[in-house]
Antibody
Framework: DVQLVESGGGLVQPGGSLRLSCAAS????????MSWVRQSPGKGLEWVSV???????YYADSVKGRFTISRDTSKNALYLQMDGLTAEDTAIYYC???????????WGQGTLVTVSS | DIQMTQSPSTLSASVGDRVTITCRAS??????LAWYQQKPGKAPNLLIS???ALESGVPSRFSGRGSGTEFTLTISSLQPDDFATYYC?????????FGGGTKVEIK
């Protein structure tokens, strides 16, 4: 069975950094589209970033230049390095994936990132 | 960016009702549309891909239609487990974008 488990969320001050991790099992991260999707408290869903199976990466304009998506095939894991955090980045961050296309068949449980002083 | 507009934002219905949610894209996305169900405190669950393809394990009371810019999600007979928030998402082009959500409430 496919499983995604996020970690690394927490409270961080504005301007700070955080690195999220997503441990994958039941498939290999290199074979799928791997994304981060976030949801601000009480709000809708926002796509953040994707890494294609071939390694190309793409970002939402709201995080471009501040966030970096990466994967480690030896650990079968996905990461999101978040720098220059602002209050607008406060959200639950989900790791999500699909082998077919840029939609999200499998999701993790989410990890909460709170940016506040 | 492709804007996705869902309507209504809230829908009050009773068990057994037929309900339809509409999602409109700001430009043609062919059939590259997915529908998700989300319950409080949980991650979304993919119901339908490619506008009308029911995912494995999803009850047949859910159906999706449409192409181009207008899409619908229909629940033929609302069940207690269906009270949730529903989102559409286009994957025709980046950035991937979601609709604002439709909360289906108990009347």
């Amino acid at each position: 069975d496919v499983q995604l488990v996020e970690s690394g969320g927490g409270l961080v001050q504005p301007g700070g950094s955080l690195r999220l991790s997503c441990a994958a099992s039941g498939f290999t991260v290199i074979s799928n589209f791997m994304s981060w999707v976030r949801q601000s408290p009480g709000k809708g869903l926002e796509w953040v970033s994707v890494v294609y199976s071939g390694g190309k990466t793409y970002y939402a304009d709201s995080v471009k230049g501040r966030f970096t998506i990466s994967r480690d095939t030896s650990k079968n894991a996905l990461y999101l390095q978040m720098d220059g955090l602002t209050a607008e980045d406060t959200a639950i961050y989900y790791c999500a994936t699909d082998v077919r296309n840029l939609m999200f068949q499998h999701w993790g449980q989410g990890t909460l990132v709170t940016v506040s002083s | 960016d492709i804007q996705m507009t869902q309507s209504p934002s809230t829908l009050s219905a009773s068990v057994g009702d037929r309900v339809t949610i509409t999602c409109r894209a700001s430009q043609s996305i062919s059939v590259w549309l997915a529908w998700y169900q989300q319950k409080p405190g949980k991650a979304p669950n993919l119901l339908i891909s490619k506008a009308s393809a029911l995912e494995s394990g999803v009850p047949s009371r859910f159906s999706g239609r449409g192409s181009g810019t207008e899409f619908t999600l229909t629940i033929s007979s609302l069940q207690p487990d269906d009270f949730a928030t529903y989102y559409c998402q286009q994957y025709d082009d980046r950035p991937l974008t979601f609709g604002g959500g439709t909360k289906v409430e108990i009347k």
